[in-house]
């Protein structure tokens, strides 16, 4: 029962587009969600973060969106760069600081 | 600061072997946890401490034990290995309760079991 899904498994943008990553969840008890990124044969790095009781957060190129009526957020980047490529994986809290994550989502940037 | 540090790096077992995967960080974080991740499932917790003397089972905790006798170290033992545990392992701490949740991550360890 995957209550955190990353339907994309990968996605492939131009240098100085807009990158749109999904996520979408089940569970309603959620209240909290994170983005990580990991870098090949690297620990994931937190990336942003929003509370279940906002619908925007933004943070320099990344901003992220919530959408809790359709258990649904994204993360933009813009400008895309090739040094966003990774895998991108989202996060939601329940229970203390128990993390539960998607699959995650490959980021090709070319340039 | 070294953040969190894990060892070893890399580790090749046989079946039935037992071993410890070494984690330790020097954030004086109350909160520490162990996920596994394996292809096109995310990564998946495992056992959890929010402090010391305090551990409690994650979602896969089985053939796994941790033990938490200090803040910084946050050992995780494998048993008696299986194939099945051949994955890549994370520890990663955070402060408990507040403070944006965000949990900071080791660089991993890449296990396989033979």
């Known amino acids: 029962d995957q209550q955190v899904k990353q339907n994309s498994p990968s996605l492939s943008v131009q240098e100085g587009r807009i990158s749109i990553l999904n996520c979408d969840y089940t569970n309603s008890m959620f209240d909290y969600f994170l983005w990580y990124k990991k870098y090949p044969a690297e620990g994931p790095t937190f990336l942003i973060s929003?509370?279940?009781?906002?619908d925007k957060n933004e943070d320099g190129r990344f901003t992220v969106f919530l959408n809790k009526s359709a258990k649904h957020l994204s993360l933009h980047i813009v400008p895309s760069q090739p040094g966003d490529s990774a895998v991108y994986f989202c996060?939601?809290?329940?229970?203390?600081?128990?993390?539960?994550f998607g699959a995650g989502t490959i980021l090709r940037v070319k340039s | 600061n070294a953040g969190v540090t894990q060892t070893p790096k890399f580790q090749v077992l046989k079946t039935g072997q037992s071993m410890t995967l070494q984690c330790a960080q020097d954030?004086?974080?109350?909160?520490m946890s162990w996920y596994r991740q394996d292809p096109g499932m995310g990564l998946r917790l495992i056992h959890y401490?929010?402090?010391?003397?305090?551990?409690d089972q994650g979602e896969v905790p089985n053939g796994y034990n941790v033990s938490r006798s200090t803040t910084e170290d946050f050992p995780l033992r494998l048993l008696s290995a299986a194939p099945s545990q051949t994955s890549v392992y994370f520890c990663?701490?955070?402060?408990?309760?507040?403070?944006?949740?965000?949990?900071?991550f080791g660089p991993g360890t890449r296990l396989t079991v033979l």
């Open positions: 996060a939601a809290k329940k229970d203390e600081n128990k993390l539960v």
């Open positions: 954030m004086n974080h109350e909160y």
């Open positions: 401490s929010v402090g010391a003397g305090i551990t």
């Open positions: 990663a701490s955070s402060l408990y309760r507040g403070a944006g949740y965000e949990q900071f």
């Open positions: 929003i509370s279940s009781i906002k």
